[in-house]
């Protein structure tokens, strides 16, 4: 069937651009979302803001105020194999290809009424499963890729991004590649052996990291009745999913130092907050376990050590505060971004990385007493981190000067 997204033909006026976000939702956590928000909340006092996914979480706290959002059906819930993860079957009875097709339609559909100026595509330039190839090939707007320069190298890359109609369509439809890292810790021009005519499209803007706010530690700390002085333990597993060892590892610590408070978030995509009999979500004013936490931001931003399977939005909000950070990656490789990027970013950062849990109960102990001479004394503050500013901008400036030829 031949794809109609041709624009319509009336259009009002308009007093600001539009932009189109398609996030990618065929992982295991809902970063990628968290990351292209924050890029709408940049753009927003110029642009119209539309963000597209098959997330089920979003609209109620990572998606900006101002910023409408449209719910694909999820490959969770069209992929057996995904379903299963949750013990659920798929809500529709049909193939890979058949839930490509269905996926492809809507978006077009999307596509032709709202009318981008802009689009915006996340981690994959053609969609998990190419759904988003005839949008990127004919679709009449900028096309963007934002990408957080370290690749899972376990993955098919050559078929994903590197290779094929992946490279022809950054050849071809993107207008430009932004890798939202610090090129200091990680060079994603030098490190895949692009070619020219793609390495030319790449421009390294800086970590996508939420914003800080100068009493953040300790308006936090207050609503949540911790003291300044008190140690605080913040673990979570982002968006959950393959996390679950990690945080059974998290609770099991609470009984090591009554003097230190925790708040453990198991993650929306859990097994554990999703189970039959999940465990106890609990608060007894020491120890707090969470299904979900909006907050889980400015927890920890705002805690002395952070735990975590090394997401890189958790990482980053670490990062905006002082703590010391733990991270134990479900990912075990070492060519993979969770276990490359903590690596990378050790330099800058006093960071502890390992892939064995059972090395936990030794590292938390050390990073206690680390934590009870004072905050971490590190160089995180010369990292990078306005990225969502500097994409905005320079998208802001491309259609501008488009306007002006």
Request: hydrophobic letters at 40%; one cysteine or more.
């Amino acid at each position: 069937m031949q794809s109609d997204i041709s624009p319509i033909s009336q259009r009002a006026p308009k007093t600001r651009y539009r932009a189109l976000f398609y996030v990618f939702d065929g992982g295991s956590g809902i970063g990628h979302l968290r990351r292209l928000a924050r890029i709408a909340a940049a753009m927003q006092d110029r642009f119209s803001c539309l963000i597209v996914t098959g997330h089920d979480v979003g609209p109620q706290w990572i998606v900006p105020s101002g910023c409408e959002y449209i719910r694909l059906p999820a490959w969770d819930n069209l992929i057996p194999a995904k379903a299963a993860y949750w013990g659920r079957t798929p809500f529709l009875d049909v193939t890979l290809s058949e839930a490509v097709e269905l996926r492809r339609a809507i978006l077009e559909g999307i596509f032709k009424g709202f009318q981008p100026d802009v689009l915006l595509v996340d981690h994959l330039p053609l969609g998990a499963h190419e759904e988003l190839a005839p949008i990127i090939r004919n679709g009449d707007c900028r096309k963007y890729l934002i990408t957080r320069g370290i690749q899972n190298e376990t993955e098919d890359l050559q078929r994903l991004v590197l290779g094929g109609d992946a490279l022809e369509s950054l050849s071809r439809n993107y207008a430009r590649i932004f890798s939202a890292i610090d090129e200091r810790i990680f060079d994603f021009s030098a490190s895949y052996g692009l070619p020219a005519e793609i390495a030319q499209k790449i421009s390294s803007i800086g970590y996508v990291a939420p914003p800080g706010a100068l009493d953040l530690r300790a308006a936090t700390r207050a609503k949540r009745g911790i003291a300044d002085d008190a140690l605080w333990v913040v673990a979570s597993a982002g968006g959950g999913q393959w996390g679950e060892q990690l945080m059974e590892a998290c609770m099991a610590l609470t009984t090591l130092d009554t003097a230190v408070h925790f708040d453990i978030v198991l993650g929306p995509r859990s097994k554990l907050a999703h189970s039959v009999n999940p465990p106890e979500l609990h608060d007894d004013g020491r120890v707090r376990l969470h299904a979900a936490c909006p907050d889980l931001a400015d927890l920890h931003s705002s805690a002395d050590l952070v735990i975590t399977t090394g997401g890189y939005n958790s990482l980053l909000e670490a990062l905006r505060g002082q703590a010391r950070i733990l991270c134990l990656p479900y990912r075990k490789d070492h060519s993979d971004e969770p276990v490359r990027h903590a690596h990378c970013l050790q330099q800058h950062v006093d960071l502890q990385v390992e892939t064995d849990i059972a090395l936990l109960p030794a590292m938390f102990e050390k990073a206690l007493k680390a934590c009870r001479t004072g905050p971490a004394r590190d160089r995180r503050r010369d990292i990078k981190m306005d990225g969502a500013r500097n994409i905005a901008q320079m998208i802001f400036n491309d259609l501008s000067s488009e306007k002006g030829a």
